[in-house]
Nanobody
Framework: QVQLVESGGGLVQPGGSLNLSCAAS????????MAWHREVPGKQRELVAT????????SSLDSVKGRFIISRNSAHRTVFLQMTNLKPEDTAVYYC???????????????WGQGTQVTVAY
């Protein structure tokens, strides 16, 4: 089985920083892409940032550019989200996502973390 375990959420003041991590374990052949999404009650889940695992190429939501950095560890099994200059509108449940295959010839499938709450407020 594949498991994605998130950590690092919490309460932070506006302008503060927070670092999220998501570690994958289990039967994994290769992870092709990693991403972070966020969701606010009553609103559609939105893609925050992505990283292509092999190349390291990244992309991010315009509203977080210059503030959030997505990265992966050298083993390509953990994805991080470094968040700085946080704003109240960043408040959401953050979910990590990884597209991976469990065998060389298998199809890529999406797996999700359990979600971690990020609250930006005094």
């Amino acid at each position: 089985q594949v498991q994605l375990v998130e950590s690092g959420g919490g309460l932070v003041q506006p302008g503060g920083s927070l670092n999220l991590s998501c570690a994958a374990s289990g039967r994994i052949y290769a992870i092709s892409d990693m991403a972070w999404h966020r969701e606010v009650p009553g609103k559609q889940r939105e893609l925050v940032a992505t990283i292509h695992v092999t190349s390291g190429d990244t992309s991010s939501l315009d509203s977080v550019k210059g503030r959030f950095i997505i990265s992966r560890n050298s083993a390509h099994r953990t994805v991080f989200l470094q968040m700085t200059n946080l704003k109240p509108e960043d408040t959401a449940v953050y979910y990590c996502n990884m597209r991976l295959r469990i065998t060389p010839m298998g199809n890529n499938r999406d797996y999700w973390g359990q979600g971690t709450q990020v609250t930006v407020a005094y």
